[in-house]
C-alpha cells in the first residue's frame, strides 16, 4: 500500500475474560509506513489486543479489518498469510536450533503447510529456498554472520533481532511487537532501534507495545495510550508526553 494509506483498521474491539474486560472497546488505525506505539500501565490490555488483532485469541466483538480485507474471527496463520506478522512478549526461539533455522521456520507462513512437521518433511529444492529467505532476512538485521550458530547461546539482544527475522520472514505488511527492548542494554536498545528505523524506511510498518518510555518516543510517529483496558488518549510523542491524563495514569493517580 502507498505511505499513509490506512493499514490496519481496529475498530471497536473487546475482550471479556469472564467479568474482567480486557479490552474495552478499542478502536485506532494504523497507515502504512508508520511506526505506531501502544503504551499504558502494566495490565492495560497491550498484550491482549495484540492477541486479537493477530487472531491468537477470538474477539469478545468488534472489527479488524487489514490492507482492507476483514480478517476478525480468521485463525492467526491466515492473518500472518495476509500481512500481519509478530513477536511474543516473551522470546520463542528454539535455543538448541540453529539462528538460521529458528528464522527459516518463519518462512514456511507462506506454504501450504505451515508447520513444523511439513518444513522436516521438505524436499531438497524447497529447504534450499527457505534457507535462502532466512539467510536474507539476516542480512537484512545484520545478523547474518551468526547464522550458524545456536540461538540458545546468543545474548538477548541479538536474540530479539532473530525473533524479529523469523516474523519478517512470512514478507508481512505490519509486524507487531510486543516489548522488543525489555530487558536489553542501552547498546542493544541502539542496535534494535536501528533496525526499526531501517525496516520503516524500506516501508514496513510497525507497531509496538514497550514499556521504555525513551525507545517509545524517539521511535514512533504516534502512540494509542491504554489504560485498565480503555483507549485514554492518542496522538503524537510530544502530544502523549504532555498530556496530564497519561501522566495521572502512570502515576496510578
Ligand atoms: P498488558 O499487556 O497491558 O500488561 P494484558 O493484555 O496482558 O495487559 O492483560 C490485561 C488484563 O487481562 C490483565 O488484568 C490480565 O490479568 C488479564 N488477562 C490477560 N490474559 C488473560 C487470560 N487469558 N485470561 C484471563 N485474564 C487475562
Ligand atoms: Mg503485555
Redo the contacts with the bound molecule.
Keep these: 500500500p502507498p505511505r499513509g494509506a490506512p493499514l490496519l483498521e481496529v475498530r471497536k474491539i473487546r475482550?471479556a475474560?469472564?467479568g474482567?474486560t480486557?479490552?474495552n472497546d478499542i478502536s485506532f488505525t494504523i497507515r502504512a509506513g508508520d511506526i505506531v506505539g501502544?503504551i499504558?500501565?502494566?495490565?492495560?490490555?497491550?498484550?491482549?489486543?495484540?492477541?486479537l488483532i493477530s487472531g491468537v485469541?477470538p474477539l469478545t466483538s468488534g472489527e479488524v479489518e487489514l490492507l482492507g480485507q476483514r480478517v476478525d474471527g480468521r485463525a492467526s496463520r491466515d492473518i500472518a498469510r495476509a500481512g500481519l506478522s509478530r513477536t511474543f512478549?516473551h522470546v520463542k526461539l528454539v535455543p538448541d536450533m540453529t539462528v538460521l533455522e529458528n528464522v527459516a521456520v518463519g518462512t514456511y507462513l507462506r506454504t501450504k503447510t505451515g508447520t513444523l512437521r511439513a518444513m522436516l518433511g521438505l524436499n531438497g529444492a524447497e529447504e534450499a529456498q527457505a534457507r535462502a529467505e532466512a539467510l536474507r532476512q539476516l542480512r537484512r538485521i545484520g545478523l547474518e554472520n551468526q547464522a550458524h550458530e545456536l540461538a540458545g547461546n546468543l545474548a538477548l539482544g541479538p536474540q530479539r533481532l532473530v525473533e524479529i527475522a523469523r516474523a519478517l520472514a512470512s514478507d508481512p505488511s505490519l509486524l507487531l511487537l510486543?516489548?522488543p527492548a525489555a530487558g536489553l542494554r542501552h547498546q542493544e536498545k541502539e542496535a534494535l532501534a536501528e533496525v526499526l528505523r531501517q525496516l520503516k524506511a524500506e516501508g514496513l510498518s510497525l507497531l509496538l507495545?514497550e514499556h521504555d518510555m525513551d525507545f517509545v518516543m524517539k521511535l514512533t510517529d504516534r502512540i494509542v495510550v491504554?489504560e485498565f483496558?480503555r483507549w485514554l488518549m492518542e496522538g503524537t510523542p510530544a502530544e502523549v508526553q504532555a498530556s496530564p491524563a497519561v501522566r495521572a495514569a502512570y502515576l496510578g493517580a
Design positions: 475482550k475474560f469472564g474482567l480486557a479490552v501502544l499504558g500501565p502494566n495490565g492495560a490490555g497491550k498484550s491482549t489486543t495484540f492477541n485469541l512478549q510486543d516489548e507495545v491504554m483496558g
